[in-house]
């Protein structure tokens, strides 16, 4: 089948892949809302309890993390690949590893399942999510201001993706891909997340910025992962070619179908040692 049949199937043949997206950045964001009630909403014991912003900033870096993991290495991230990131789609499509059809949809259904997942945060956390302290975990630039915000989403972007195509792309440690992501999730909140909120996805902020109607400085959170990633592709690229990206999975070691061997078959192209 050509790689334009391909595409054109992919509008309905891959719309599980397309669902399971739109749930795991949902149940993502639903996650970090309630998290962030329990370690951060002064009705919460834990403020009282963990005095130090800092320890708790960590609390939620692990709690996150270990979120962003166990949605990694669930069946349902084994099957779309994990992305729940419109910016690491985009960037696997400028990569050549996915449809545009399916990157389209992609992009569309994380947005919808970040808009969702807060939803349902607020409707079982009720106003507690809405309170001044939570502000539906909206991502905004800190004090130092909308230059250093933006600064920082480039640089955890570009390391982010430089460490999914380094790790995912390693025959030895590709498994661990879904790992490395988690714990470098767990990082950045941890550090950075007093600068710019530590969002790294656009549909991640937007879905607090509906709830929230906390639009400011938004262009920063498009922007800046899109620079950072695809920069990071880049110089990927530049160092090691396009043959050396195998795969727009996070995790491939499985028995889960996978879209992105179904177009890279397609186009005439065979997957790597990486991707078996």
Not at 39 to 57: G, I, K, T, Y
Not at 139 to 157: D, K, M, Y
């Amino acid at each position: 089948m050509s790689a334009e049949r391909v595409g054109a199937a992919s509008a309905v043949g891959h719309w599980p892949e397309y669902a399971i997206e739109a749930t795991l950045l949902g149940l993502f964001m639903l996650s970090a809302c309630l998290f962030t009630v329990l370690l951060f909403h002064p009705a919460s014991p834990v403020p009282a309890l963990v005095p130090d912003a800092f320890v708790r900033r960590l609390l939620m870096g692990v709690a996150m993390g270990g979120t962003a993991i166990s949605l990694n290495y669930s069946a349902w991230g084994k099957q779309s690949g994990a992305h729940y990131n419109p910016v690491v789609t985009l960037t696997f499509a400028r990569l050549g590893r996915i449809a545009p059809r399916d990157a389209a949809a992609y992009v569309l259904a994380q947005f919808a399942g970040a808009v969702l997942g807060v939803l349902v945060a607020g409707l079982l956390a009720g106003p507690l999510v809405a309170d001044a302290s939570v502000r539906y975990a909206a991502t905004v630039p800190g004090p130092q201001g909308r230059v250093v915000a933006f600064a920082a989403e480039l640089l955890i972007s570009f390391l982010l993706m430089t460490v999914v195509l380094v790790v995912s792309n390693h025959p030895r440690l590709g498994r661990w891909t879904g790992a490395c992501a988690g714990l470098l999730v767990a990082t950045f909140i941890t550090v950075e997340a007093p600068l710019s909120g530590m969002s790294m996805n656009p549909a991640r902020t937007v879905g607090s910025a509906v709830w929230a109607q906390d639009w400011t400085a938004l262009w920063i959170y498009f922007a800046a992962p899109l620079a950072g990633m695809l920069g990071a592709a880049q110089v990927y690229l530049w160092r090691r070619g396009r043959g050396a990206v195998f795969c727009a999975k996070l995790h491939h070691q499985n028995q889960a179908r996978c879209i992105f061997c179904e177009y890279r078959a397609a186009r005439g192209t065979s997957p790597g040692p990486a991707a078996l």
